[in-house]
T-cell receptor, first 114, second 114 residues
Framework: DQQVKQNSPSLSVQEGRISILNCDYT??????FLWYKKYPAEGPTFLISISSIKDKNEDGRFTVFLNKSAKHLSLHIVPSQPGDSAVYFC?????????????FGTGTRLQVTL | GAGVSQSPSNKVTEKGKDVELRCDPI?????LYWYRQSLGQGLEFLIY????????KSGLPSDRFSAERTGGSVSTLTIQRTQQEDSAVYLCASSIGTHGNTIYFGEGSWLTVV
């Protein structure tokens, strides 16, 4: 049962354009969401997060949008740069049970082309 | 260093042998997690330690897998009688522990079972 889904395994975007990565979740108890970036042979690096009390969080070129009614979140990268090429994982956690355990999506590989 | 430290970074072992993977979390972090990523897959939760509470072992794939956390700090993940399907990168992470705090990952231990 995949509770966090990233339906696009890969995405290619031209340098300078907007990259939009999508994520859907099924567990209504999730109330904290994070995006991680992973380069080959390295551990995931925290990028940006959002609590369910917000619908938008911005940090520089990165903005995360949360639509609770649709159980959907997205990561926008503007403008995209070649160094953004990596695998992006969406993750979610909820307050019940093991509160901080993250459930991850399967990742989207972003390729930013020149 | 200030980050999550894992060792060994790479391990090649023969099928049937036991392996131990070590994780040294960020100082002051009470929560410690083990995840693994098999080739082409997402991050799979294995086990979670939070302070003195009983660990959440719900993600361990079989009884060949076990983990300990001594003194609330360093953790060891042990895989007994390794199988080829155990080949993956094993990622350790830590956090302050309260819900809504970022989880930080180490670089991972790359395990290859031949």
């Amino acid at each position: 049962d995949q509770q966090v889904k990233q339906n696009s395994p890969s995405l290619s975007v031209q340098e300078g354009r907007i990259s939009i990565l999508n994520c859907d979740y099924t567990n209504s108890m999730f109330d904290y969401f994070l995006w991680y970036k992973k380069y080959p042979a390295e551990g995931p690096t925290f990028l940006i997060s959002i609590s369910s009390i917000k619908d938008k969080n911005e940090d520089g070129r990165f903005t995360v949008f949360l639509n609770k009614s649709a159980k959907h979140l997205s990561l926008h990268i503007v403008p995209s740069q070649p160094g953004d090429s990596a695998v992006y994982f969406c993750a979610a956690s909820g307050k019940t049970g093991t509160a901080s355990k993250l459930t991850f999506g399967t990742g989207t590989r972003l390729q930013v082309t020149l | 260093g200030a980050g999550v430290s894992q060792s060994p970074s790479n391990k090649v072992t023969e099928k049937g042998k036991d392996v131990e993977l070590r994780c040294d979390p960020i100082s002051g972090h009470t929560a410690l997690y083990w995840y693994r990523q098999s080739l082409g897959q997402g991050l799979e939760f294995l086990i979670y330690f939070q302070g003195n509470s009983a660990p959440d072992k719900s993600g361990l794939p079989s009884d060949r897998f076990s983990a300990e956390r001594t003194g609330g700090s360093v953790s060891t993940l042990t895989i007994q009688r390794t199988q080829q399907e155990d080949s993956a990168v094993y990622l350790c992470a830590s956090s302050i522990g309260t819900h809504g705090n970022t989880i930080y990952f180490g670089e991972g231990s790359w395990l290859t079972v031949v």
